[in-house]
């Protein structure tokens, strides 16, 4: 059974920093495209970031120039360094393995909290 299991969540104050990591269990990690998405209190899951085995990247928006995805295909984990975050970056983030070639082939982890406040 595969599994992703997200770490590095936590309380910050505007404008810090976190970086989360994922790390799976997938048997063949550099097929799959990896993403981070968020869901906070009320609100649809939402898109933060993907990246693909050749490392091309895709950013929501609101996620571009403070955010950053990478991957370690070594390593089976992908991670999300967030810089300058803010209140409205509180929610709960959820790490995604996605394999373009077999549809419905897609694992989720089961979330870390992440907390902006003063």
């Known amino acids: 059974q595969v599994q992703l299991v997200e770490s590095g969540g936590g309380l910050v104050q505007p404008g810090g920093s976190l970086r989360l990591s994922c790390t799976t269990s997938i048997s063949i990690f550099s097929r799959y495209v990896m993403g981070w998405h968020r869901q906070a209190p009320g609100k649809q899951r939402e898109l933060v970031a993907t990246?693909?085995?050749?490392?091309?990247?895709n950013y929501a928006d609101s996620m571009k120039g403070r955010f950053t995805i990478s991957r370690d295909n070594a390593e089976k984990a992908v991670y999300l360094q967030m810089n300058n975050l803010q209140p409205e970056d509180t929610a709960v983030y959820y790490c995604n393995a996605r394999n373009p070639a077999i549809p419905g082939r897609n694992y989720w982890g089961q979330g870390t909290q992440v907390t902006v406040s003063s």
């Open positions: 990246i693909t085995s050749g490392d091309f990247t």
